[in-house]
Every structure is written in structure tokens, then in C-alpha cells.
């Protein structure tokens, strides 16, 4: 099985193997010995990015060398993904993700890679998933929302930060769950669709939280 680095691999090989005890490799030379890369299959500014730059702040106190994030969002997460299960296998491309890598991106998208080119490292964060809308479309309740879609199936959209992620994944199963239509709206990330002009349009979002603590 091929190691590749994704908040997985890399970072199983550097601050685990200090937990373990190091390996002969890791013992002649210490990790990391050069600048190590985060890669967020999502662009600046949204939840994961938040959450990356705080765990790579950390990172980079803790184990004495820089990490850089690098924003490579589009095609639901993958193609950051892809970046990382490409990269050399040396613990130095850290991917920060979610469980769409390891489940739906290869259902809805034609991926290089599998699950076998990652190592999970640990669980980052977790949060709520809710349903907002702006107050201007009038609804009192999810019911009204729901009595509205099925009197008009598809003239309500529903926005989520990119196809296949958790948050479209969330909007088809509320839709199944309603037995109503929406107009899916696929965004690059989770700020833009509740950014001001657009939050007319329903969406399925993780609310801001308490920083979180690496």
C-alpha cells in the first residue's frame, strides 16, 4: 500500500512515529527537514480554510518548520486531493479534507486515487449541519420552506459549497426527506453563497463555532 500524506500519511510517519518510537529512518534523520505543504480542496476564506490555518500555525510551532497552505479547491475537494495522493510519499504533503474523499468523490467524480493513498491521522473538528435563508423570503418555520417547494418544485435553489460535498449531500437528502424539489447551486467553498448579495438562496452551512484548539 502507498503511504501519501493527507492529515493522513505524513504527519503518521513525523508526530505519531515520536509517539510510537521512531523507526531507524526516522532516527537518522529528524522530521521534518524541509518547508511542509497543507493542501485544502477549498479556497480561502471558508470553513476548512479557517481550520487549516489554525492547525498549521500549530503545526509549525510544534515541529519547528514552516507549513504552507495551498488552496486547491474545485471539483467537490478533488482536486486538491489529488495534489496530495500525487505528491512524494517523504511526510511533507499533508492534505486536509473531509469524509467525501473517502466516499462520494469516487461515486461522483473520475479520481486518481483511492482511499489506500491516504493514512488518516486524526479527526479535526466536527459541527452542526443547519439550513439558513435570509429573512426576506418570508418563512416562519421549515415547513413553510417545504410547503413552498412543493407547490413550485425547482423555483426555490438551495446553494452548498460544491458538488458532492457534505453540504449538497445534505440538500438531496432534506429534499428526499420532503419529498420536495430545489434547484441545487454548487459554489467553490462555503463563503460564498452566504455572502451578503446571495443570501436570498437557502443553503445548508456549518455555523461559526468556537475557534478551534490543535
Not at 493527507?6 to 531507524?24: E, F, H, I, Q, Y
Not at 505543504?37 to 471558508?46: Q, R
Not at 492534505?95 to 461515486?107: K, Q
Not at 437528502?173 to 451578503?196: N, Q, T, V, W, Y
Request: hydrophobic share 40%; with cysteine; charged share 15%.
Amino acid at each position: 500500500m502507498k503511504t501519501r500524506a493527507g492529515l493522513p500519511a505524513a504527519l503518521a510517519a513525523g508526530l505519531l512515529a515520536g509517539v510510537l518510537g521512531a523507526g531507524p529512518a526516522l532516527a537518522a534523520e529528524r522530521y521534518p527537514t524541509r518547508p511542509i505543504t497543507l493542501v485544502l480542496g477549498f479556497p480561502p476564506g471558508g470553513g476548512a480554510d479557517h481550520v487549516g490555518r489554525v492547525y498549521a500555525n500549530a503545526l509549525s510551532k510544534e515541529l519547528g518548520q514552516t507549513v504552507v497552505v495551498e488552496n486547491r479547491p474545485g471539483a467537490g475537494s478533488t482536486i486538491g486531493a489529488s495534489m496530495a495522493a500525487r505528491a512524494k510519499p517523504y511526510g511533507h504533503t499533508l492534505y486536509l479534507g473531509n469524509s467525501s474523499v473517502m466516499g462520494s468523490d469516487m461515486v461522483l467524480y473520475d479520481v486518481d486515487y483511492t482511499p489506500d493513498d491516504f493514512v488518516p491521522v486524526a479527526k479535526l473538528t466536527t459541527a452542526p449541519m443547519v439550513l439558513i435563508a435570509n429573512a426576506s423570503l418570508g418563512f416562519k418555520n421549515v415547513q413553510d420552506l417545504v410547503d413552498r417547494a412543493r407547490a413550485a418544485p425547482g423555483s426555490l435553489n438551495v446553494a452548498s459549497s460544491g458538488n458532492g460535498v457534505i453540504t449538497h449531500l445534505s440538500a438531496v437528502a432534506f429534499m428526499e426527506l420532503a419529498d420536495a424539489e430545489l434547484m441545487h447551486i454548487p459554489f467553490k467553498g462555503g463563503r460564498p453563497p452566504c455572502s451578503p448579495w446571495r443570501r436570498a438562496i437557502p443553503t445548508f452551512h456549518s455555523p461559526p463555532r468556537r475557534r478551534p484548539r490543535p
